[in-house]
């Protein structure tokens, strides 16, 4: 009897053990997989007033998490922009990605805000945009870093504005140093200033850049000889938060290629046309 009760305790135990093992793997699993979101569920992306705030807010977005955009390419596309205000103003003036296949996949590699609207102004004034907080879980795999300098054998290295350094010199100075010149991906910038009396901070978007807006910063540099590596293609916005700098024209808009090739909507399309699904 006692040999019975000692071999049942043994299965018991074996059997305890073999649940709280298949439960632990089933957590890590479910930790460490990424979620497809298909945008607008049935709706898919179009313009319906205030769907996608809704359809948002039910949800939890993580590093790794993908969305699908699923929508009729010829009268829409998916523009992801910058920052909060070129979201709420529909602009998509200076994006920093396109997409326009009508079944796109954008996976998220980073914390913070992402910003998407179609380029079709009438379809965004009326409701296609989608604002999407993304946390990062410990959990997963960490996304791989943006590739080194040094991948670059041919960046140059540009002073800007060479002899007269980063200071405010005039209105439209800085802006023909840029048009001068063609940078690409791995580039470097040198900002050469006075740190007592300027700095340098990188920001988000156009409208931004255009109200010489500092409280959002992407980064901040304030050594008075900063190096800036261009890791990404795109526009990118630099100005001084120094009262009246930036204003005066020290700001710079420097576009790095290569830039995404693809087609866009034509500007009656983009300006009049909105079909809603």
Request: with cysteine; glycine share 6%.
């Amino acid at each position: 009897m006692a040999a019975t009760t000692t071999t049942t305790k043994k299965i018991n135990t074996m059997i305890f053990g073999f649940l709280v093992l298949m439960t632990t793997f089933t957590l890590l699993f479910d930790s460490c997989s990424a979620t497809i979101y298909k945008v607008g569920d049935s709706d898919g992306w179009t313009a319906k007033d205030d769907v996608y705030n809704s359809w948002a807010e039910r949800k939890e977005f993580h590093v790794g998490d993908s969305l699908l955009f699923e929508y009729d390419r010829n009268f829409n596309d998916v523009t992801q922009v910058s920052g909060a205000l070129e979201y709420q103003f529909c602009d998509s003036f200076s994006p920093k990605a396109v997409y326009n296949t009508g079944h796109d996949v954008v996976t998220f590699t980073e914390p913070g805000f992402h910003y998407f609207i179609t380029s079709n102004h009438a379809c965004c004034e009326s409701g296609q945009r989608l604002d999407v907080l993304v946390v990062h879980d410990p959990s997963r795999p960490i996304p791989p870093p943006s590739p080194p300098s040094n991948n670059f054998p041919f960046a140059k290295t540009y002073k800007v504005g060479d002899s007269k350094g980063w200071r405010v010199y005039d209105s439209d100075f800085y802006h023909k140093w840029s048009e001068e010149k063609q940078f690409h991906v791995g580039d470097k910038l040198i900002f050469e200033y006075s740190n007592e009396a300027n700095d340098v901070l990188e920001i988000n978007g156009h409208l931004e850049f255009k109200s010489c807006d500092p409280t959002s910063p992407v980064a901040v540099h304030k050594t008075g000889q900063d190096l800036v590596i261009l890791t990404e293609p795109g526009v990118h916005y630099f100005i001084s938060s120094k009262i009246g700098h930036c204003a005066a024209g020290l700001k710079l808009r420097v576009l790095v290629a290569p830039t995404p090739n693809v087609p866009k909507l034509s500007s009656t399309d983009r300006l009049t046309r909105c079909r809603q699904d």
